[in-house]
Structures are given as structure tokens and as C-alpha cells.
Antibody, heavy 121, light 106 residues
Framework: EVLLVESGGGLVQPGRSLRLSCAAS????????MHWVRQAPGKGLEWVSG????????DYADSVKGRFTISRDNAKNSLYLQMNSLRADDTALYYC??????????????WGRGTLVTVSS | EIVMTQSPATLSVSPGERATLSCRAS??????LAWYQQKPGQAPRLLIY???TRATGIPARFSGSGSGTEFTLTISSLQSEDFAVYYC????????FGGGTKVEIK
């Protein structure tokens, strides 16, 4: 079965750190770029970060640049998001998503169920 | 950053009726536009990519059109399972989502 499973979320105090993981299965993980997308409670989708298949191309939303670090381990079929200096507005459900390109068009064809990060004192 | 603006924020439609959702980009994204459906407690599901190509398994009542800065998602005859929030997303220059349109039962 083709699957993405996020983990590592939880309640954390402002200023602290958290590391999210995403375990992939059912497809050739190192063929694809992977991304993190978050959704604050009751709000819309916000792209957070993305990483190419070989980790050479990495990008971040301005809202997390300098605080979050994306990485991947293709041998373990896993994607990570190291989140430092967390703020209350980082509170969200964090989704792992697989990016695919077809005929020059890029979109997310597979999403995990998300892991909830709550930043509060 | 390309800003994606969806309208309306909420659309009230009766089952069986047609729903038309709009997505506008602050600058051209060519046809690099996707639509997703999200139901409560679920992850988004891809509906349309390349502005007009239905994803695998998506019913023909869903159609997408447009290019450049103006895009439309049309649901020809709303079924009960179609009441959800819909998001557009561009990946022509960076990656951004629209704010979403909630399709609710009238």
C-alpha cells in the first residue's frame, strides 16, 4: 500500500524544538521530491518546505526560514522536519506530501494524515 | 511570492446543482495549477492538475479550466459527498495555495 505516515508532533513550549518524521512506503521514495504542508486549526493549507530527491534543492516558506530544517534519508524512506524556536503561530497539523511532475505540471499526489504540533506554554 | 485568491469563501449549493469556484493568481502561473478537495478530518485529495486534467479516479462531474491568472473548478451536479473545502495550488513560481472555498449544503 502506498502510504505516508507522519509522527513526532505534540505539545511544546514556545522557543523549544521538535522533530517531525514521515515514513514512506509502497513507492520508490528516492524518485520523488517531498514536502511539508501545514494547516493551522480551522485555517487553510500553507506550504512549509520542500526537498528534492537527492537533497540538493531545498526551499522554505519565509515564515519558517532560519528556524526549520528539512532533510531526508533515502535509505530509511524517511523525511524529516527539524523545527527550532517554535512560536504559537507554528501550531498546526503538519502534513507530509509527495510531489509529482507530469507533463511539466507539479502537484501533490499523496498526502499523509498529518501530525499535530501545538506550541503553547 | 505568487498570491492565490479563491472566491467565494463559501458557496451554498443544493444537491444536483452546479457549483463554480474561482481561483485567481497575482501573476501568471501558466497552466501549473492544481485543485484539491478536503473533507473534515481528512488530508487533501488531488482532483485536477495542469489546470484541466482530472486525476485518476476523479468523477467526470469535476472539471477545471483556465490558464495564466484565472482558473475555474466546476462541479456539474453536486453530490452529497462533494460538500467540502476546495483549494487551488500553483507551482509555477514557488508553491502557494489559495485560501479555500467551502462548498456547503444550501
Amino acid at each position: 500500500e502506498v502510504l505516508l505516515v507522519e509522527s513526532g508532533g505534540g505539545l511544546v513550549q514556545p522557543g523549544r524544538s521538535l522533530r517531525l518524521s514521515c515514513a514512506a512506503s509502497g513507492f520508490t521514495f528516492d524518485d520523488y521530491a517531498m514536502h511539508w504542508v501545514r494547516q493551522a486549526p480551522g485555517k487553510g493549507l500553507e506550504w512549509v518546505s520542500g526537498i528534492s530527491w537527492n537533497s540538493i534543492i531545498i526551499d522554505y516558506a519565509d515564515s519558517v526560514k532560519g528556524r526549520f530544517t528539512i532533510s531526508r534519508d533515502n535509505a530509511k524512506n524517511s523525511l524529516y522536519l527539524q523545527m527550532n524556536s517554535l512560536r504559537a503561530d507554528d501550531t498546526a497539523l503538519y502534513y507530509c506530501a509527495k510531489l509529482i511532475a507530469v507533463s511539466g505540471y507539479w502537484y501533490f499526489d499523496l498526502w499523509g494524515r498529518g501530525t499535530l504540533v501545538t506550541v503553547s506554554s | 511570492e505568487i498570491v492565490m485568491t479563491q472566491s467565494p469563501a463559501t458557496l451554498s449549493v443544493s444537491p444536483g446543482e452546479r457549483a463554480t469556484l474561482s481561483c485567481r493568481a497575482s501573476q501568471s502561473v501558466s497552466s501549473n495549477l492544481a485543485w484539491y478537495q478536503q473533507k473534515p478530518g481528512q488530508a487533501p485529495r488531488l482532483l485536477i492538475y495542469g489546470a484541466s486534467t482530472r486525476a485518476t479516479g476523479i468523477p467526470a462531474r469535476f472539471s477545471g479550466s483556465g490558464s495564466g491568472t484565472e482558473f475555474t473548478l466546476t462541479i456539474s451536479s453536486l453530490q452529497s459527498e462533494d460538500f467540502a473545502v476546495y483549494y487551488c495550488q500553483q507551482y509555477n513560481n514557488g508553491l502557494t495555495f489559495g485560501g479555500g472555498t467551502k462548498v456547503e449544503i444550501k
